[in-house]
Nanobody
Framework: QVQLVESGGGLVQAGGSLRLSCAAS????????MGWYFQAPGKQRELVAV???????NYADSVKGRFTISSDNAKNTVYLQMNSLKPEDTAVYYC?????????WGQGTQVTVSS
């Protein structure tokens, strides 16, 4: 059973930075895609950024130029570096991994950006 454990969330002032980590219980090289999603209160879960097994990345328009997704296969960890944070980035951030037809989710980590 795959487990994804997020960490790194917290409270930060607008303009600040945070780095989220997603540690997988197995080799992340076995996943086709890994990514980060966020869900604000009362809203649907939305894509933030994804990284494919070939290293290609894709970002939501709202975070382009501010957020960077990366992976470390040796540590089985995917990161989300978040810079120039805005109050509208406040949400629970979830790690996601996809292997064939299976989808895996972490428990989420809260990010709160104060104005």
């Amino acid at each position: 059973q795959v487990q994804l454990v997020e960490s790194g969330g917290g409270l930060v002032q607008a303009g600040g930075s945070l780095r989220l980590s997603c540690a997988a219980s197995g080799s992340i090289s076995s996943f086709h895609v890994m990514g980060w999603y966020f869900q604000a209160p009362g809203k649907q879960r939305e894509l933030v950024a994804v990284i494919s097994s070939d290293g290609s990345t894709n970002y939501a328009d709202s975070v382009k130029g501010r957020f960077t997704i990366s992976s470390d296969n040796a540590k089985n960890t995917v990161y989300l570096q978040m810079n120039s944070l805005k109050p509208e980035d406040t949400a629970v951030y979830y790690c996601h991994a996809k292997k064939y037809w299976s989808n895996y989710w972490g428990q989420g980590t809260q990010v709160t950006v104060s104005s």
